[in-house]
């Protein structure tokens, strides 16, 4: 089993920025790529973004690509997500992923990712 918290939601004002982590504890000697994803208030969960350990590789949904900077510590299981520039639509909770079969792919769709975790509060005040 694999165990995975995000930390580093809260309040912020629009333009600022925020930096999320997410650390995976237990089995993590499979890991090899994390990847996060949101879900606003009455809206479907939508990709954000996704990184490889394998060469470093990173993809992002369209709606962040430019503001937000996915990264990753392999020798700490550890994935960030840097955001910045933030608007009031960026709100929602955001949840980081572990997809097992990172090692071959960055895969956008929720039903790749293997474990979550239990999500963290980002609010964009306007």
């Known amino acids: 089993q694999i165990q995975l918290v995000e930390s580093g939601g809260g309040l912020v004002q629009a333009g600022g920025s925020l930096r999320l982590s997410c650390a995976a504890s237990g089995r993590t000697l499979s890991i090899y790529g994390m990847g996060w994803f949101r879900q606003a208030p009455g809206k479907e969960r939508e990709f954000v973004a996704a990184?490889?350990?394998?060469?470093?590789?990173?993809y992002y949904g369209d709606s962040v690509k430019g503001r937000f900077t996915i990264s990753g510590d392999n020798a700490k299981n550890t994935v960030y997500l840097q955001m910045n520039a933030l608007k009031p639509e960026d709100t929602a909770v955001y949840y980081c992923?572990?997809?097992?079969?990172?090692?071959?792919?960055?895969?956008?769709?929720?039903?790749?990712?293997?474990?979550w975790g239990p999500g963290t509060q980002v609010t964009v005040s306007s």
């Open positions: 990184v490889n350990w394998n060469g470093g590789r990173t």
């Open positions: 992923a572990l997809d097992l079969h990172a090692i071959l792919r960055l895969s956008v769709r929720g039903a790749d990712y293997d474990y």
